[in-house]
């Protein structure tokens, strides 16, 4: 299984990106997928989830509003837009498939199996 996450950037507060996670020898229908991020000096810590059908999504209280989860199975990807950023959202995000859930999804890291290297989002005027 391979993860790929991209469309990290360097931005303004109050700007957007669209993360990609993107996999390859696995069909990501059968995975819940997971968000993380990890700035510096810090735990990872998870930002969204998001279900294997996509009818169940989650997000931690800081990005709730601003953050949107979502999943194209045709096109094998999962993406998190990320709107209004804050310096604080500043961080590595990486994503991550679970195998196991069949209903749901967490925000957990250790109910996570799977990673992709991660994409960097700096927010900084």
């Known amino acids: 299984v391979q993860l790929q996450a991209s469309g990290g950037g360097l931005v303004q507060p109050g700007g957007s990106l669209r993360l990609s996670c993107a996999a390859s020898?696995?069909?990501?229908?059968?995975?819940?997928i997971g968000w993380f991020r990890q700035a510096p000096g810090k735990e990872r810590e998870g930002v969204s989830c998001?279900?294997?059908?996509?009818?169940?999504?989650y997000y931690t209280d800081s990005v709730k509003g601003r953050f949107t989860i979502s999943r194209d199975n045709a096109k094998n990807t999962v993406y998190l837009q990320v709107n209004n950023l804050k310096p604080e959202d500043t961080a590595v995000y990486y994503c991550?498939?679970?195998?196991?859930?069949?209903?749901?999804?967490?925000?957990?890291?250790?109910?996570?199996?799977?990673w992709g290297q991660g994409t960097q989002v700096t927010v900084s005027s």
């Open positions: 020898r696995i069909t990501l229908d059968y995975y819940a």
């Open positions: 991550a498939a679970d195998g196991s859930t069949w209903y749901g999804c967490g925000l957990t890291v250790g109910e996570y199996d799977r």
């Open positions: 998001i279900s294997r059908s996509g009818s169940i999504t």
